[in-house]
């Protein structure tokens, strides 16, 4: 069943087009395809407008059910638990909007996280539902994030990224690595790992490229300075694991750390902390740096 992205009055919803099916109603339809979601709580959710239709109208629960209608509804998370770090938001306007996210906070609604995400706070902040990202950071990451704030000039600005025409500088602490030069670029194929969720290097033709360099040294532990060239999944993690130095209190990487929770006092040391282009619709040069700092 495919779900994309609807954005109605205020809030994001997810879109279901109706499938093939033997149901009398829209109502038996969700509890069917969803089960693991109660007949009950569906109910509770038109009641309470949580479930539209293609006009953005709550339904009726005995709506009819038709093949292929267009369906809108809100993921909810039942006692979904507070995330207690706070973003900013650098810099806003009515194409863009720049802010700096802290650790620990995703970037947009996914698994068990749905209000609790940069996304979710930022339209509600700026009372914008037009907002989306142009780019993702993991949740453990901390730094710069940039949001479209028009639909009429998203797609300049989602240009910058696959043209290579914007500049990522970030910060990471972890182990010296005495024995190498630097600066140095580090090169790899990246490939899906073991768990899902994970990163590894493959043989073959490198899809990844990071520049790096050391920018302060701290007795076994050194602050360097990361460019990614590329921007795969956990490149940056990887590649700093690779070199024999993986990046202090990353849950995932050398090894993945069993049920780990988070610990806001030990985030992983890796921060967006700046980004330079020139504005596709302005013509300006745009330099924008994180207020956040990594500390020892």
């Known amino acids: 069943m495919s779900e994309s992205t609807f954005i109605p009055a205020a809030r994001q919803a997810s879109t279901l087009y109706?499938?093939?099916?033997?149901?009398?109603?829209?109502?038996?339809?969700?509890?069917?395809?969803?089960?693991?979601?109660?007949?009950?709580?569906?109910?509770?959710?038109i009641a309470r407008g949580r479930v539209l239709d293609a006009q953005g109208q709550p339904i009726a629960r005995d709506l009819a059910y038709r093949e292929g209608l267009r369906i809108h509804y809100f993921r909810e998370v039942p006692n979904e638990t507070p995330i207690?770090?706070?973003?900013?938001?650098?810099?806003?306007?009515?194409?863009?909007?720049?802010?700096?996210?802290?650790?620990?906070?995703?970037?947009?609604?996914?698994?068990?996280?749905?209000?609790?995400?940069?996304?979710?706070?930022?339209?509600?902040?700026?009372?914008?539902?037009?907002?989306?990202?142009?780019?993702?950071?993991?949740?453990?990451?901390?730094?710069?994030?940039?949001?479209?704030?028009?639909?009429?000039?998203?797609?300049a600005y989602q240009a910058l990224f696959p043209t290579r025409r914007i500049d990522k500088r970030y910060e990471a602490i972890a182990g010296a690595l005495p024995e190498l030069e630097f600066p140095r670029v580090h090169k790899s194929r990246?490939?899906?790992?073991?768990?899902?969720?994970?990163?590894?290097?493959?043989?073959?033709?490198?899809?990844?490229?990071?520049?790096?360099?050391v920018c302060e040294?701290?007795?076994?532990?050194?602050?360097?300075?990361?460019?990614?060239?590329?921007?795969?999944?956990?490149?940056?993690?990887?590649?700093?694991?690779?070199l024999g130095a993986g990046i202090c209190n990353d849950p995932f990487y050398p090894d993945v750390i069993k049920d780990a929770v988070d610990d806001y006092d030990k985030p992983l040391k890796l921060l967006a902390q700046g980004l330079r282009f020139v504005d596709p619709v302005t013509g300006e040069e745009r330099v924008f740096e994180s207020q956040i700092k990594l500390q020892w």
């Open 190 to 213: 990246l490939v899906d790992g073991e768990p899902f969720f994970r990163m590894q290097q493959g043989e073959g033709q490198s899809n990844t490229e990071t520049r790096i360099e």
């Open 84 to 155: 207690p770090v706070q973003e900013q938001i650098l810099y806003a306007d009515e194409h863009l909007v720049v802010a700096d996210k802290p650790h620990f906070l995703p970037v947009t609604p996914a698994g068990e996280y749905v209000e609790q995400t940069l996304l979710r706070r930022l339209i509600r902040t700026l009372d914008n539902p037009d907002l989306v990202p142009l780019h993702r950071i993991d949740r453990h990451t901390a730094g710069l994030v940039l949001f479209s704030a028009h639909k009429l000039s998203r797609s």
């Open 18 to 45: 109706l499938p093939p099916g033997p149901w009398l109603t829209v109502l038996d339809c969700l509890c069917e395809r969803f089960s693991a979601i109660s007949r009950a709580q569906w109910l509770d959710r």
């Open 217 to 242: 040294r701290n007795g076994d532990l050194w602050r360097y300075g990361l460019y990614p060239v590329t921007g795969k999944k956990h490149q940056l993690r990887v590649h700093m694991t690779a």
